[in-house]
């Protein structure tokens, strides 16, 4: 390709969905990354320990990602999502040992309300309006606000999913982003519901066929090539200066698209206002294969464990807002999860080979006062623009949102 060059400063999923919109547009696009791979915080590694391909974290979609599956179906990957023909999602509780299935319909008029087989045990139809508080709540009120966060129905379904969604204990979350995760899932009916999961892994989902695509229609790929400085000049950047390719001159038609984590979009533009608050999550993975019958996602209440993942090798465990958790040791940590994990699913208790990943900045902490901090794509700059799941996507830092915002910077970019 000619003309100006689109330069897109991270490999992660904003800045690759970004890269595929753009190749197809007929924009030159340089895409560099500051690590040795591409994928950020949704890819697959090696890891020695296991001996086996893992997950960084575990990520469930929904059918109702519709730019997600957008995203796939453009780089070739749109079979490489596993799920059930219809929405159903498996709970178990530890405490009393009791398990249901909540199935909802595929319509929008939810009448599965009014089977008791399909929804939480203990629970009446009315306690599911609780939500319409959150659904009418302003922008600057928390879930706690907006809705009664006690009961058997919040601790069992909405409590889970909102934390899950948020990475933040719902009752301090933005009712704001929590509505629009409502709107999108139960809110659309079943058919927006069905869970999906990357059955091979994030990579070769999302992060091998998207390279292999935007390289195939010209794209030049530049990995541990850091971006250390912008050189700013008035209303625009000027020049870039990487730790591999070294300084850029940027012409007058030369773009810049930011996909990097918060902080360092902050020390690359100043005055840039950026969240600035964040939430861990931690994930455990055991190399032991998955009983015959165990749901591919099973949440789980009163319990450490909130998520468990069946892959056809290993179980994984998913923890969310896990801040509490970073000071625990990790051999602890890996013992106390696999006693859950061999309570849920009758294995032995004997501890299988381990690993626990723990992130400490994996989201924006999704309050009201940190949302009102994500910058719009658009910046003072005439030629550079924002992406990732931390700008104001109208939803939490989710792969949804990764995506929406690097459709939204491409879109941005003078064609």
Same mark, same amino acid.
Not at 153 to 162: A, D, F, M, N, Q
Not at 205 to 213: G, R, V, W
Not at 311 to 325: C, E, G, K, M, W
């Given at each position: 390709m000619t003309g100006?060059?689109?330069?897109v400063v991270g490999a992660g999923l904003a800045g690759l969905s970004a890269a595929v919109r753009l190749v197809e547009a007929g924009c030159r696009v340089v895409l560099h990354e500051a690590a040795p791979a591409a994928g950020g915080r949704c890819r697959s590694y090696y890891d020695p320990a296991l001996d086996l391909v893992?997950?960084?974290g575990n990520h469930l979609l929904l059918s109702g990602n519709r730019t997600v599956l957008d995203y796939l179906g453009r780089i070739g990957a749109g079979d490489s999502l596993r799920g059930p023909a219809s929405a159903a999602f498996d709970f178990a509780d530890l405490a009393s040992g009791a398990r249901w299935r909540l199935r909802p319909n595929d319509g929008r008029v939810p009448w599965w309300l009014f089977d008791r087989s399909r929804r939480v045990p203990e629970t009446r139809v009315r306690d599911y309006l609780a939500p319409l508080g959150v659904l009418r709540a302003p922008a600057h009120a928390t879930v706690g606000e907006a809705m009664r966060c006690a009961g058997p129905? /919040?601790?069992?379904? #909405?409590?889970?999913?909102?934390l899950a969604a948020l990475n933040t204990d719902p009752k301090d979350g933005s009712a704001r982003l929590a509505a629009s995760i409502l709107r999108e899932t139960l809110g659309a009916g079943g058919q927006a519901c069905r869970p999906l999961v990357a059955a091979n892994g994030l990579s070769a989902?999302?992060?091998? %066929?998207?390279?292999? /695509?935007i390289a195939a229609r010209g794209a030049t790929i530049r990995f541990a090539d850091r971006l250390r400085s912008i050189g700013l000049d008035g209303d625009r950047a000027a020049t870039l200066d990487f730790t591999g390719s070294g300084a850029v001159a940027l012409s007058s038609g030369e773009t810049v698209l930011l996909a990097v984590p918060p902080w360092t979009?902050?020390?690359?533009?100043p005055g840039l206002e950026v969240p600035d608050a964040f939430r861990a999550i931690v994930n455990a993975h055991f190399r032991v294969k998955p009983p015959a019958g165990l749901a591919p996602v099973l949440g789980i209440v009163n319990g450490l464990t909130e998520w468990l993942f069946a /892959?056809?090798?290993?179980?994984?465990? &998913?923890?969310?807002?896990?801040?509490?958790?970073?000071?625990v040791p990790r051999e602890t940590l890996a013992a106390d999860? #696999?006693?859950?994990?061999?309570?849920? &699913?009758?294995?032995?208790? &004997?501890? %299988?080979? #381990?690993?626990?990943?723990?992130?400490?900045?994996?989201t924006f902490a999704a309050t009201p006062s940190q949302d009102a901090r994500r910058p719009q794509a658009r910046t003072r700059w005439t030629n550079v623009v924002l992406a990732g799941d931390w700008t104001q996507t109208g939803l939490p830092a989710t792969i949804e949102g990764a995506v929406r915002s690097g459709y939204k910077a491409a879109s941005l970019m003078p064609r």
């Open positions: 100006p060059a689109v330069h893992i997950d960084n129905l /919040y601790e069992r379904l #909405w409590r889970p999913v909102l989902s999302f992060i091998d %066929p998207a390279l292999a /695509y979009a902050r020390e690359l533009l /892959y056809p090798q290993h179980l994984s465990v &998913t923890i969310s807002s896990a801040d509490r958790l970073f000071d999860i #696999w006693r859950e994990v061999a309570a849920l &699913t009758g294995l032995s208790d &004997t501890l %299988p080979p #381990w690993q626990i990943v723990r992130e400490k900045r994996a």
